[in-house]
């Protein structure tokens, strides 16, 4: 099993979305994706360990969307904990969208697959100066953080508003994705940074998105500074 650079992207638009309840037709219509390929990304997610399960009879490892399979069970005793928790109130908690989604996002993991592995599983392709949207440190993310006159980075869009060096989105849908969530777009661009920024912008962007992903974690070592 690989991963695919949609299955990064669809844990992080579930990291944003936090408690929220979704399904996968929402999913893939937040990431411009099907509903198949928002599963897909979502099964891969389990395999990997960026995803965590949620219920003993989960309906993400084989099948169609909305199918029901016993492949993925959490422990016996976890379960009924969950269980009674849940129905031993009528006043739904702050945890009820989470424990009704059919799995949960691994903070610890993704973080770490974000800050160290990522980059590599994924790398930054710059492209010819193009108009589009502005990622990495030209995004509004490092707004006032970086004196103006450095180079620009877009992701190449028809409807984009700046123009500066192309750089290959994480996934076509990237674009469109991050124009309708800023938080999503915050962490895309931070990613950028991360692929192509220079040091003082890599140090930057992940400190911020060790804050974004996993808040409890000690902060990252950071690059040494040349020139």
């Known amino acids: 099993m690989?991963?695919?650079?949609?299955?990064?992207?669809v844990a992080l638009k579930l990291l944003v979305w936090g408690n929220q309840r979704w399904t996968y037709a929402r999913l893939g219509q937040a990431l411009g994706l099907s509903a198949s390929e928002a599963h897909a990304s979502v099964k891969r997610g389990l395999l990997s360990g960026l995803l965590l399960p949620n219920r003993v009879s989960s309906a993400v490892t084989t099948g169609t969307p909305g199918a029901e399979t016993q492949s993925l069970q959490e422990p016996q005793g976890i379960y009924r904990v969950t269980r009674k928790r849940v129905r031993s109130s009528s006043v739904p908690s702050e945890n009820a969208g989470t424990l009704d989604n059919p799995v949960r996002v691994h903070a610890q993991a993704l973080a770490e697959f974000t800050l160290h592995g990522a980059k590599y599983a994924f790398p930054g392709v710059r492209l010819?100066?193009?108009v589009g949207v502005p990622t990495?440190?030209?995004?509004?993310?490092?707004?006032?953080?970086?004196?103006?006159?450095?180079?620009?980075?877009?992701?190449?869009?028809?409807?984009?508003?700046?123009?500066?060096?192309?750089?290959?989105?994480?996934?076509?849908?990237?674009?469109?994705?991050?124009?309708?969530?800023?938080?999503?777009?915050?962490m895309l661009a931070l990613f950028?940074?991360?692929?192509?920024?220079?040091?003082?912008?890599?140090?930057?962007?992940?400190?911020?998105?060790?804050?974004?992903?996993?808040?409890?974690?000690?902060?990252?070592?950071?690059?040494?500074?040349h020139g």
């Open 2 to 9: 690989q991963l695919k650079p949609q299955d990064f992207l």
């Open 128 to 130: 010819p100066l193009a």
């Open 136 to 186: 990495s440190h030209s995004a509004p993310a490092f707004a006032g953080v970086f004196a103006p006159g450095g180079t620009d980075f877009v992701w190449p869009h028809p409807n984009g508003s700046a123009r500066g060096v192309g750089v290959e989105p994480l996934h076509p849908s990237v674009p469109f994705a991050a124009m309708q969530d800023g938080k999503l777009y915050e």
């Open 192 to 225: 950028d940074a991360l692929r192509v920024g220079k040091a003082r912008e890599r140090n930057m962007a992940a400190e911020r998105l060790l804050t974004l992903i996993d808040p409890g974690a000690s902060e990252p070592r950071r690059e040494k500074l």
